[in-house]
Structures are given as C-alpha cells and as structure tokens.
C-alpha cells in the first residue's frame, strides 16, 4: 500500500474532492507544483489551470480557477472559487466566454489611456484572467476519456 495524504478541493458550492491521493500537482502562480506524501508545511496561491493527482494508481484530473492551496500535516487542502471535472466542463460556454473575454481586450487595445486608466487596469486584469479560465477549461475538457 503506497503512502498517501488526503486531498481536499474545496469551493463555496461544496467539498468537490476528498479522497486519499500518493501525489498531486496544482497550477501555482509561479508554475507547476508538485506534493508528495510527508511535504513540508506550505501555501501557495493558485493560477487557474489543471489540478492532477494519484489515487489509488489512478490519474485524475480537474480544472480550478484559482485560490490556495494548503499542505499541512498529512492534508492538502485546495480552496478555489470553482472547479469542474473534464466531464462537468460545458465547452460552448468555455469557449463563449473565452470570445467575451477576447472581444473585450481587442475593445480596450482601441481605446486610449485617460482619467479612467485605473478602471480600465481593472478591466484589463478581469478580462485577462477570465480568458485564462475559459483556455484552461477548454485544455482540462480535452483530456476527456
Ligand atoms: P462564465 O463567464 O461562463 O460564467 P467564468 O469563468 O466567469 O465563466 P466562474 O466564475 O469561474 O465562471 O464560475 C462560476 C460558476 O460557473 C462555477 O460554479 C463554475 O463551476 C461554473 N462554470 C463556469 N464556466 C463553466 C463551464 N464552461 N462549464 C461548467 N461549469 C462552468
């Protein structure tokens, strides 16, 4: 029987995983991040991207929008807006919202800088990183098996 933690992801919604996994790798800010069992105490925050861990011999994977992720005592806790399983991803949503977040970049790359360069900093943050979410939806939904 290999060494295991458990694994929690965590949303408002629910508690969308809980299991017993012998490896795990979440999307960090920094890059890819890897967790095996007996990890030094950690946290770190998260892109939005692919969640992938081991259970039971088995690879799995999920999308997360972001949030934490917390490595304490022989638990990996992710706490993330939203997650879905490649199966729970609805790709015409993915790739409308991908369109939304394009079109209002192309709309923000015409206009010019003014007095509202601060909302428009805002906006220019929010449509980035709701693109990264609808690409990274669309990558975890074709690993669909
Ligand atoms: P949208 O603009 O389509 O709402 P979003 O990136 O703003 O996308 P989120 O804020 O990340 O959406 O998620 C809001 C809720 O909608 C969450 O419960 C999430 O699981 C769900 N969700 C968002 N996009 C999808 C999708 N393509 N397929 C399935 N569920 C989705």
Redesign the pocket.
């Known amino acids: 029987m290999p060494d295991t933690f458990t694994l929690r992801v965590i949303t408002p919604?629910s508690i969308a995983v809980d299991t017993a996994a012998s490896s795990v790798r979440f999307p960090g800010l920094d890059g890819l991040m890897g967790v095996l069992p007996h990890h030094a105490p950690m946290v770190a925050a998260l892109d939005a991207g692919a969640l992938t861990w081991t259970e039971g011999g088995v690879e799995k994977e999920m999308f997360v929008?972001g949030g934490f992720a917390e490595v304490r005592g022989d638990t990996v806790r992710v706490v993330t807006?939203?997650?879905?399983p490649a199966s729970?991803?609805?790709?015409e949503?993915?790739r409308?919202?991908a369109e939304?977040a394009r079109e209002r970049l192309r709309r923000r790359g015409r206009g010019g800088q003014g007095p509202g360069e601060k909302v428009e900093e805002i906006d220019l943050l929010r449509a980035q990183a709701?693109l990264r979410?609808?690409l990274q939806?669309l990558k975890v939904a074709e690993h669909k098996r």
């Open positions: 919604e929008s807006e939203a997650s879905e729970a991803i609805d790709v949503r993915a409308r919202a939304r709701a979410r609808a939806r």
